[in-house]
């Protein structure tokens, strides 16, 4: 069975299409300078329009983490169990992402990480936790 897809928006289209090209980028607003959790048309804090998506550095901490035993739907049942994980990254926003590999044994709170985003397998490129080694586990 497949796994699902990300289904881009109006508002999360620059996020998704930067993915495409292997960059992980996050949504500015101009005019109060607040990093948006997710992209959306309109500021949270201010109200503003004018948002601007910027490049980031995918460093940063795993803030919790779960491993998953049973799916949350048939599509993930070949991948179980699995490793999900919620990453602070330094410019001031939260990822959710997976971890795979030797670090997914491995994963604690507070580990430093860096979040790229890879290929997984069918292609689909989506976000991942890595240890903060610079090695791909
Ligand atoms: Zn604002």
Not at 103 to 119: F, L, M, P
Request: charged letters at 20%; one cysteine or more.
């Amino acid at each position: 069975m497949q796994r699902p897809v990300p289904k881009p928006s109006a508002e999360t289209r620059a996020f998704w299409d930067a993915i495409e090209h292997d960059a992980l980028t996050y949504q500015v607003c101009e005019a109060c300078g607040k990093v948006a959790t997710y992209p959306r048309g309109v500021c949270g804090h201010c109200h503003s329009t004018r948002l601007s998506m910027r490049p980031s550095s995918g460093r940063g901490v795993i803030k919790t983490w779960t491993r998953a035993h049973r799916a949350a739907t048939p599509a993930f049942k070949d991948h179980l169990p699995y490793v999900i994980a919620l990453v602070d990254l330094e410019e001031g926003f939260p990822v959710m992402t997976n971890v795979t590999g030797v670090y997914a044994g491995q994963v604690a709170i507070g580990d430093a990480v860096e979040v790229r985003v890879v290929d997984r397998g069918d292609g689909v490129k989506l976000l991942q936790a890595f240890a903060a080694t610079g090695a791909m586990v």
